[in-house]
T-cell receptor
Framework: EPEVTQTPSHQVTQMGQEVILRCVPI?????FYWYRQILGQKVEFLVS????????KSEIFDDQFSVERPDGSNFTLKIRSTKLEDSAMYFC????????????FGQGTRLTVV | KQEVTQIPAALSVPEGENLVLNCSFT??????LQWFRQDPGKGLTSLLL?????REQTSGRLNASLDKSSGRSTLYIAASQPGDSATYLC??????????FGSGTKLNVKP
């Protein structure tokens, strides 16, 4: 069964360093998303991406964050200068379209900023 | 802004019991609602998707209902098993681009 895959599963980084989280969405899907879950809190929306551009972003998604689809299969989230409060589980998701279609989530990348 | 609430926050039941998890949302103009399962430290596994035009969906021992007008959904788990122990998340798509998640119900099924 097709699935969304994320790498790495766990990343530890020092405060102020740049990190890139990688995702391979399901191949025929056109919409891509990043969500995050801080320990003990709700899963919260970061950004959605369609047709090689951001379609919506949350207030969390400030200038420190960026997304890219560099090669037609990967979808990446970059955090330029990590802060302690960026520590969270980051989930990538994809769907065939927006609106009423089912979204499939990856297994997540646990980011720990020390 | 859509607010999603799940009750109860935690539930502990003996094996074999039938149980109901509740999800409520404030804005009834939704595209769909999805129920997910999350094991500790793991990702989100989609269980059921209900479109806004549907009343319920079934998959095995799971049945999810949707009452859009009252802003409620329930997930019914029949004959619970220890392997069902996990956190169950309700997510509402009321925006073309994103889901709003509830805080989840942490289920423990005791052997």
């Amino acid at each position: 069964e097709p699935e969304v895959t994320q790498t790495p599963s766990h990343q530890v980084t020092q405060m102020g360093q740049e990190v890139i989280l990688r995702c391979v969405p399901i191949s025929n899907h056109l919409y891509f998303y990043w969500y995050r879950q801080i320990l003990g809190q709700k899963v919260e929306f970061l950004v959605s991406f369609y047709n090689n551009e951001i379609s919506e972003k949350s207030e969390i998604f400030d200038d420190q964050f960026s997304v890219e689809r560099p090669d037609g299969s990967n979808f990446t989230l970059k955090i330029r200068s990590t802060k302690l409060e960026d520590s969270a589980m980051y989930f990538c998701a994809s769907s065939e379209s927006g609106g009423g279609t089912e979204a499939f989530f990856g297994q997540g990348t646990r980011l720990t900023v020390v | 802004k859509q607010e999603v609430t799940q009750i109860p926050a935690a539930l502990s039941v003996p094996e074999g019991e039938n149980l109901v998890l509740n999800c409520s949302f404030t804005d009834s103009a939704i595209y769909n609602l999805q129920w997910f399962r999350q094991d500790p430290g793991k990702g989100l596994t989609s269980l059921l998707l209900i479109q806004s035009s549907q009343r319920e969906q079934t998959s095995g021992r799971l049945n999810a209902s949707l009452d859009k007008s009252s802003g409620r959904s329930t997930l019914y788990i029949a004959a619970s098993q220890p392997g069902d122990s996990a956190t169950y998340l309700c997510a509402v798509r009321s925006n073309f681009n994103k889901f709003y998640f509830g805080s989840g119900t942490k289920l423990n099924v005791k052997p």
